[in-house]
């Protein structure tokens, strides 16, 4: 099987944002970056999917700054085989530019990949966009958020969460797949990966992104939530906390 | 502006964030087309809006942030040629350009965006756009949707009876590793029946990953981020990426056993104690709000 996996280097999820001087970006002093948590899941199939099969590569492919070359040797310690990071100055705020330039970079040299694989949206600019965006670039069926997976031969098995339910869809390989936690268990790169990682080919080319349609006007923290107050303790505060509810708050 | 409103539908009834949709597509503009699918096969549906967008010049495709509209928006956007603003809480028009507001970094900051894409296409978050009065009685245009989309659903597993979805909840009972173990939520399920139907369980991250609750029921940067009416936090002590993805909710009622738990810093109301007695009690009380 040969495999795709497009991942992002994003902030930690537990790191605090402070907004950079030209108030329209993140302050990137001191914040921890990594994997995309949603890519991890995407990088952890393809393992999975490539062992299943005995035998085929999988390619992570990454596009932003010099730094993310840290986060493809992470994918790499995984146990993907090479990396390949486009490399521009910054992430746009236009997911289609992206799209465009992994998709270019996805065509050449022929193709010829049975899954692309994505996290289902980077939790930092939270636009679930670049995945089905690709697909759609390279005519490919895709299919969103996957939660479980079923590859027999050249047809695939989805299921994906929805509102109240959840639905089970079937597609033809190859195919644009976007990963959803609970797909599977991510791996922890073990000490023998992170050595490997370090001789595996990792090619970084430039690229230059058109100006997209997305221009952002400004990055702000949200207005702090007003303190709000300890009503009391234990079950005797129960009554009073439902009567603010009831006549202060006015929810019930 | 003309103004492609993309509506929901399930079962034949149109869902609630249609509704949504079609009020914040007439902050845009006067002229807003309501449209729904015919069929749910993504790529046919995708098509077709791209098509019906393109024939009927409108300046902005308005989708709802849902499952599905995650699914459809950046098809569409990648067939208009243009960029996806998804998952917008604000809208405003100035000077000609749409001007969204959106969370990222899951609500930790807000950025502001100007689309210059033509057509715009943007997602908005369910749960933020009060519907209006007047969208009460659309009838959204059926858009035929072409067969042989290679992609096709084969079934729908419905979710257990009387369980809502935390993304589309009025109001949600979040449970954290004060729980202490998998077979405690049935307290905060008895908590959400009480409720009588408008209440879903979500968790923390910590218990989700500890295989206690499934991974659609989390709030959290990497789950879901709600907004609610009315949000209960149970034994959860408020990591930031907790606390990210359900800051918005309208109030934020904590319960804690630990008063120094940051999740007192973000709630309107907090109750210290043991859980074990105050949510049982909180539960016996709205039965008789409701009773």
């Not at chain 1, 146990?79 to 530019?97: C, K, M, N, S, Y």
């Not at chain 1, 679930?128 to 895709?142: D, S």
Request: aromatic share 4%.
């Amino acid at each position: 099987m040969k495999i795709a996996v497009c991942i992002k280097r994003v902030a930690d999820s537990e790191a605090r944002v402070k907004i950079a001087a030209d108030g329209k970006r993140l302050d990137e002093a001191g914040v921890k970056f990594g994997i995309n948590p949603y890519d991890e899941f995407a990088v952890e199939e393809a393992l999975r999917r490539k062992e299943t099969a005995g035998a085929g590569e999988v390619v992570v492919f990454s596009l932003g700054p010099a730094a993310a070359q840290e986060t493809i040797r992470t994918a790499l310690a995984m146990g993907a085989d090479r990396g390949i990071l486009l490399q521009t100055d910054a992430v746009p705020a236009d997911g289609f530019e992206t799209a465009k330039a992994l998709a270019a970079e996805l065509k050449d040299g022929g193709g010829g990949w049975d899954l692309i694989l994505f996290g289902k949206m980077a939790i930092d600019d939270y636009n679930h966009q670049v995945g089905p965006m690709v697909a759609e670039l390279l005519g490919l069926p895709c299919v969103t958020a996957v939660a479980h997976l079923e590859i027999d031969g050249a047809k695939g098995v989805a299921e994906r969460e929805i509102e109240g339910g959840i639905e089970v869809v079937e597609f033809p390989l190859p195919a644009v797949i976007t990963a959803d936690k609970g797909l599977n268990e991510p791996r922890y790169p073990a000490l023998k990966g992170i050595m490997a990682a370090k001789r595996k080919p990792l090619e970084t080319k430039p690229v230059q992104l058109g100006a997209g349609s997305v221009e952002i006007l400004s990055l702000a923290l949200p207005p702090d939530r007003k303190e709000g107050k300890i009503v009391g303790e234990g079950a005797a505060a129960v009554p009073e906390l439902v009567r603010l509810l009831r006549e202060e708050a006015k929810v019930l | 502006m003309k103004v492609l409103a993309v509506c929901e539908q399930r079962d034949g009834t149109l869902r609630k964030v249609s509704f949504e949709v079609v009020t914040a597509a007439r902050r845009l503009g006067a002229e807003v087309d309501a449209v729904v699918c015919a069929a749910s096969g993504p790529e046919g549906c995708a098509a077709a809006l791209a098509e019906r967008a393109t024939a009927g010049g409108h300046r902005a495709v308005v989708f709802a942030a849902t499952a599905t509209g995650k699914d459809l928006a950046p098809r569409v956007a990648a067939k208009l040629g243009v960029g996806l603003t998804g998952d917008v809480t604000d809208l405003a028009v100035d000077g000609g350009a749409i001007v969204a507001t959106r969370p990222v970094y899951a609500g930790k900051a807000l950025q502001k965006v100007r689309i210059l894409g033509q057509p715009a296409v943007l997602s908005l978050r369910p749960n933020v756009f009060t519907p209006d009065e007047a969208s009460a009685g659309i009838t959204p245009e059926t858009i035929p949707v072409p067969d042989g989309g290679r992609v096709t659903v084969r079934e729908i597993k419905p979710a257990p009876a009387g369980t809502l979805d935390v993304a589309e909840a009025q109001i949600i009972i979040s449970g954290g590793r004060g729980l202490k173990e998998p077979a405690n939520f049935k307290v905060l399920e008895e908590l959400a029946l009480a409720f009588g139907g408008r209440a879903a369980v979500g968790a923390s991250r910590a218990v989700v990953d500890a295989g206690w609750r499934a991974h659609g029921d989390q709030v959290g940067q990497t789950g879901k981020t709600v907004s609610p009416g009315l949000y209960i936090a149970v034994g959860i002590s408020g990591a930031i990426q907790h606390l990210a993805g359900m800051r918005t909710s309208r109030i934020i009622v904590a319960i804690n056993k630990d008063k120094d738990a940051p999740i007192f810093k973000v709630a309107d109301y907090g109750v210290v104690g043991d859980l074990f007695e105050i949510v049982p009690k909180l539960t016996e009380e709205i039965r008789k709000l409701h009773g």
